[in-house]
């Protein structure tokens, strides 16, 4: 049993045309064991009958708080997200807890999920970031471990921060490409904390990223994203190596690295500063030579 008064807890989701999913975390989240002091979920210019789903949860559970956020033009790509996602944490000034989540719109997982990864907190007093793995649906339906997950790197779906963490690095960066959940836990580790997701705590993804933007632009975004938060050319040909299992299999690979490529001839800026970027180049020589047994740095 965890520590209420140490281990307490909030939730932001920023959701956006998720009726068909809304239900999943909506109901997760409310039969856990150990239940969040709030819950702010923003419908960032939702379209359909998500709004009216939130409203109907919220006279039922004292917890969630609903906010509607109207669709801002300027706000384009993956940045409208964070925006959504920076309101909600603004509500949150009055409240004392100790830990921070994000959680995506699509997501279920067991009862006893968050009382799991508070748990884990309490054992590493290092431990800035957390949360579970990935399952995703295949062809069939049946939810299999996604390839990419790592314990080092947890999904920005449902990453938990404790708050000295959280505030530390200064929340969530909007990036036009996505990637704030990859760059938080980048900046995380240059400031000394550790991240780690757990296999053990399954997490199930029930609308993967392509079914919603497209599989080929997911792929060439994803491509994309990586040379703009300054990834090693070496380092992205053996991660996408790692990913040919992936849907649509060798192709989304293909198309991926032709996305990270279109960036370099386009001349787009990295997006880290320098001293940032050094310490990336750097983490990834690190994994690589771990990995493969390199000593050559050049």
């Known amino acids: 049993m965890i520590d209420n008064k140490n281990m307490s807890y909030v939730l932001i989701s920023a959701v956006k045309n998720e009726e068909k999913y809304i239900h999943h975390p909506l109901e997760s989240v409310m039969s856990q064991t150990c239940t969040p002091l709030r819950w702010v979920i ?5 379209e359909d009958g998500t709004d009216d ?9 004292d917890f969630l ?12 790509g993956f940045m409208s997200k964070v ?26 997982f067991d009862p006893t999920y968050y009382e799991n990864i508070l748990t884990e907190f309490g054992k590493n007093k290092k431990l800035g970031i957390s949360g579970g793995y990935i399952y995703e649906p295949d062809k069939n339906g049946v939810y299999r471990r996604r390839t990419h997950n790592r314990v080092r790197s947890v999904a920005g779906a449902v990453q938990m921060y404790r708050r000295e963490c959280y505030e530390m690095i200064g929340g969530l960066q909007p ?8 760059y938080a836990e980048i900046v995380a580790r240059i400031n000394n904390w550790e991240v780690q997701a757990f296999p053990e705590y399954k997490v199930f993804h029930h609308k993967p990223g392509y079914e919603k933007r497209g599989v080929w632009k997911e792929r060439f975004r994803e491509g ?3 040379y703009v938060l300054g990834y090693r050319t070496i380092y992205e040909l053996l991660k ?34 320098p001293e940032i970027l050094i310490h990336i180049k750097k983490e990834q020589w690190d ?12």
């Open 175 to 182: 990036i036009i490409y996505g990637g704030e959940d990859t």
């Open 224 to 226: 994309r994203l990586d």
């Open 65 to 76: 708080q609903f906010i509607r956020r109207d669709a801002i033009k300027e706000n384009i």
């Open 42 to 46: 923003v419908s960032d210019g939702s």
């Open 287 to 298: 994994i690589l030579r771990k990995a493969y047994g390199g000593n050559n740095k050049n």
């Open 83 to 108: 925006f959504a996602l920076r309101q909600g944490y603004e509500t949150l000034r009055e409240v004392e807890y100790n830990f921070i989540g994000i959680l995506d719109g699509d997501i279920s």
């Open 240 to 273: 996408l190596i790692r990913r040919i299992p992936e849907y649509p299999y060798f192709c989304g690979a293909f198309v991926r690295i032709i996305g990270y490529v279109w960036a370099f001839m386009t001349g787009e800026d990295k997006i880290p500063p």
């Open 53 to 61: 789903i939130l409203r109907k949860y919220q006279e039922r559970c």
